[in-house]
């Protein structure tokens, strides 16, 4: 099939998106900007827009990055151009400070700091100052309550200060991917407040429309903005190096600020303004057997055209179980409407979504506990001027469960019950684990297929149906089904050069019987493909949320897929579905919500897109990733009713109704075992309770470990059996296991079970642009409109052996400004390596040309070369390399350096990984 990428098309959903999820908290008449206002813009994050987090969520490589001043020229807006220059001559001299090492670049800038009389001057020339606050976020570690971090350092504290003395409307925008503080902001009282998130590549553009007025905002809160981190029910054990305990239970966000502390709220979840106002009128609502069925008219009452969110949020009678009175159950958003216009919205509330889990002895149900329910239905958790109410006479179990992944370690949790006048709550004891696992696992190995060697059937015969699965899959050895569920990666040299894993065919006897290499990219916001090959970054999770538009996000992620064709990539590693259960978690940027409905319901919309075209999300981190700090380590002791209600909902829609086909577990335990060998998380409640019929897989490296037992990596048995499919990554899946070998012949894994996930991911792969490719049906995608975006070449990459010690001719590389040069090592001994980069120049000696060089898509360092009067001038440097694989890439910012080399010399070998991992993290 042909297909065709309209770019500007891209930009455009993607631009929209950005205008859509922008929140604005404030707004005295600052905004829209007039055509003649002349805007002074403060903060140096204007000359460095964040278009992501780090890590593996951020980094995908583009031309080109609209910010938030681009946009604005862009829109015609008038800059106060003087002040622009000072902050660029500035920015010249006080570099940004990338960082180095993974995760390593620092979460805010050094702000310039600001003299009194540059404000005043700036303000006799404009009426209207826009400051820019940013902040990134990233993998491995939380955001802290600290300057720079989560609270404003002492220069953006004086910028504000200065900027509201002197200027008559103030905006602050927050460049930023999860919550900030904003104690200091709000005392400056700016006229304007929008959170803008982090908009991926085209955000600046999209943040320019909402700030001139192309279109109104309409963007809500995904997460509760409370005065203080403390107030938040999950304060009390977040970061623990050890054991989170999730006390509060399912009093997440909202549900735990509207039911218990409302005073400690500064704005509430699902809170946003437009630039306009909307009535919504209840029009009728009805209750039956299994939903219910609201009816509102949405009218624009104000003199902006603009959209609005119908939110819809159930308050369940107390029971004996306890419940918040605030749940997001329902949620619709209109069309633009033009000022006097209306539109009738149907929304569906399913009594699944309303109903509650019963965690205790014996039960295990989704249950409506009877009494009265009411929907409420406004525009936030804290706005619902209408409510409809109907009753449930009797218990009504909605869905028999058996107990899973329950806790080992008691502890107590809140429990909310009916008071005289209000909601009180108290502490009880949580329920605890009464299953043997080792006996429920042992009920459930499958029958084998007998062997019969290889008769000659390839995967291709199982897709035309001239064989079964299981015909084919007889003919594996142990020897093949132990690779098979061993990803190969990262950087692969069997799929798309620079991704992070290859999976199905990893050794050649699997390719020979006709299984393709499919090939995983992080993931979530756009492919992050580390030779440098540029890719569309896509707004983050958070963003994405606060659009409440599923439409669009299914519309966005259908172009996403279709750039997913054209660069041989069949899993985008995302969306992220973890819950913001707390709002220093480094990855809330990749992630949607602190509600879990929402979470699963963008989640679903996304997959929807990429399924459109063939390829699909594979949705992670499964399940309660709720932390970076010690994340390979830490256990999250949950209940199980908080686990159902909202750690797993989220994932539970999306498999349900997003049709998820690929899943990640997590690095750390729930309930004292490791997700990635968790056997109720990856067979009982996946599997058998929602009927998930893809492939899983382990995050990169994970630990798994047996319940009791020490964690480890590469532990294939406990994954195997868990039904967690591939070991993600393994240097070479093709080499014999002798692990995997011991088990097979002690038992403690058996030749069905690895069948079975043979038959997990080998049906995945049937389905995949992978599968087309290796029968020659393959699409082809047309790219349209990408202009000077499309500067990468064609040419492979070329792998070279690194056996101790390589030296790789570049002489016929010169450096050209904004280019990258990629090749990638096959690399025999991991560990400390001396890299040194041989260089000439014939320019000035004032000259500085840079060389940033990545490995891995991580930067390692940059050397800068003056003029060299061409004589060859050499740098070093001591990198880590761990990985059999490793891409590296250089980055030139300047013209004018001849490259000689590049030579790499093995300093200290580390025998396994987790030396050269402890190597990495000293
Ligand atoms: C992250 C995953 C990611 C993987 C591959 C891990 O560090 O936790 O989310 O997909 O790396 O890059």
Request: glycine letters at 8%; charged letters at 25%; one cysteine or more.
């Amino acid at each position: 099939m042909k297909r065709v990428l309209d770019w500007n098309k891209y930009i455009e959903k993607a631009v929209q998106t950005v205008a859509e999820g922008i929140v604005m908290l404030e707004n005295n008449n600052a905004l829209p900007l007039e055509s003649e206002d002349t805007v002074s813009v403060f903060g140096r994050i204007q000359l460095h827009y964040y278009k992501s987090g780090t890590g593996s969520g951020g980094m995908v490589n583009v031309s080109k990055v609209t910010g938030i001043v681009d946009g604005l020229i862009e829109a015609g807006v008038k800059i106060n151009k003087e002040l622009l220059d000072i902050y660029n001559k500035w920015d010249e001299e006080n570099p940004y400070d990338q960082g180095s090492g993974w995760g390593g670049e620092p979460w805010s800038q050094k702000e310039m700091p600001l003299d009194e009389e540059v404000v005043k001057k700036a303000a006799s020339i404009s009426k209207k100052a826009i400051v820019i606050i940013g902040r990134t976020a990233g993998e491995e570690q939380d955001a802290r309550i600290e300057a720079g971090s989560y609270l404003l350092t002492d220069n953006e504290k004086d910028m504000l200060k200065k900027v509201r003395k002197h200027f008559e409307k103030v905006i602050v925008l927050l460049n930023v991917g999860g919550l900030i503080d904003l104690e200091d902001i709000i005392a400056n009282k700016p006229d304007a407040l929008l959170y803008v998130w982090q908009g991926g590549m085209t955000g600046g553009t999209g943040t320019a429309d909402v700030l001139v007025g192309k279109v109104s905002p309409s963007g809500k809160l995904p997460d509760t903005i409370a005065y203080k981190v403390t107030d938040y029910p999950s304060d009390k054990y977040f970061g623990d190096m050890k054991c989170d305990r999730y006390t509060e239970d399912i009093f997440v966000g909202y549900r735990w600020f509207e039911t218990f502390a409302k005073d400690s709220v500064l704005y509430p979840f699902g809170y946003g303004l437009s630039y306009t106002t909307f009535d919504i009128d209840l029009i009728d609502a009805k209750n039956n057997e299994n939903e219910s069925i609201i009816n509102v008219k949405v009218t624009n009452t104000g003199k902006y055209k603009g959209k609005e969110v119908v939110q819809v949020y159930c308050e369940a009678p107390q029971g004996k179980l306890g419940k918040a009175k605030r749940v997001l159950c329902g949620f619709a958003k209109t069309k633009e409407l033009a000022p006097n216009e209306s539109q009738s919205l149907e929304i569906v509330v399913k009594n699944s979504d309303i109903a509650s889990y019963d965690d205790s002895k014996d039960n295990h149900c989704w249950i409506l506990e009877k009494g009265k329910y009411y929907l409420h239905i406004g525009n936030s958790a804290r706005n619902c001027p209408n409510s409809f109410s109907f009753t449930i006479d009797e218990d009504r179990v909605i869905e028999k469960c058996s107990q899973a992944l329950a806790p080992v370690t008691e502890f107590e949790r809140i429990k909310a019950s009916e008071g005289d006048n209000e909601v009180t709550w108290t502490m009880e004891k949580v329920p605890m684990s009464e299953v043997d696992e080792e006996k429920r696992i042992a009920e459930r190995i499958p029958a084998e297929i007998k062997y019969t060697g290889d008769k000659g059937i390839k995967l291709a015969d199982v897709l035309s149906e001239k064989h079964t699965m299981d015909e084919f899959i007889a003919q594996l050895s142990d020897h093949d089904l132990s690779c098979i569920i061993r990803g190969e990666g990262m950087g692969s040299p069997r799929v798309t050069a620079g991704t992070a894993s290859a999976f199905g065919g990893v050794s050649d006897r699997l390719m020979d019987f006709g299984i393709p290499a499919g090939c995983c990219s992080d993931g979530p916001s756009g492919m992050r493909l580390d030779c440098g090959t540029k890719a569309f970054s896509l707004p983050n999770g958070t963003l994405i949320a606060s659009t409440f538009n599923r439409e669009l996000a299914e519309e966005l992620f259908e172009f996403m897929g279709t750039e997913m064709i054209a660069n041989k990539v069949d899993c985008l590693l995302g969306p992220g579905m973890n819950i913001h259960r707390h709002p220093l978690n480094g990855r809330n940027f990749e992630y949607f919500s602190e509600d879990p409905f929402l979470t699963g319901k963008m989640a679903a919309a996304e997959l929807k897109g990429l399924h459109k075209v063939g390829v699909t999300g594979t949705i992670k981190h499964f399940c309660a990733n709720n932390q970076e700090t010690n994340r390979h380590f830490i256990d999250s002791v949950v209940s199980e009713r908080a686990l159902r209600e909202i750690y797993l909902k989220g994932f539970e829609i999306a498999v349900k109704e997003g049709n998820a086909d690929s899943i990640m577990t997590t690095y750390g335990a729930v309930n004292g075992l490791w997700t990635a060998g968790n056997f109720d998380l990856n067979t009982v409640i996946l599997r058998e309770e929602w009927g998930f019929k893809g492939f899983t897989m382990t995050d990169w490296w994970a630990n798994v470990n047996y319940r009791g037992g020490e964690p480890k990596r590469n532990f294939y048995a406990p994954m195997a059996r868990a039904q967690n499919d591939v070991y993600m990554v393994c240097s070479d899946s093709s080499c014999v296991d002798e692990d995997i070998e011991n088990a097979l012949k002690e038992g403690s894994l058996t030749r069905a079970e690895l069948q079975r996930n043979a038959a997990n991911i080998l049906g995945f792969i049937l389905k995949t642009h992978a599968m087309k490719r290796m029968i020659g049906d393959e699409d082809t995608v047309e790219i349209i409109n990408r202009g000077t975006d499309n500067d990468d070449t064609d040419e492979p990459v070329v792998f070279y052996d690194l056996d101790k010690k390589v030296s790789i001719d570049l002489s016929n590389v010169k450096s050209v400004k904004g280019e990258n040069y990629s090749f990638a090592l096959i690399v025999k001994n991991e560990g400390w390596y001396r890299m040194t980069i041989t260089a000439s120049s014939e320019q000035s000696q004032l000259a500085q040309i840079p060389i940033t060089v990545f490995a891995m898509g991580t930067n390692i360092g940059t050397f800068t070369w003056n003029g060299t009067q061409g004589k060859p001038v050499s740098y070093s440097l001591e990198m880590p390399i761990f990985s059999r694989f490793t891409t590296i890439r250089m980055y030139f910012a300047q013209n004018g350096l001849d490259l000689h080399s590049v030579d790499f010399e093995l300093l200290k070998a580390a025998e396994n990984m987790d030396l050269a991992f402890a190597a990495e993290e000293k």
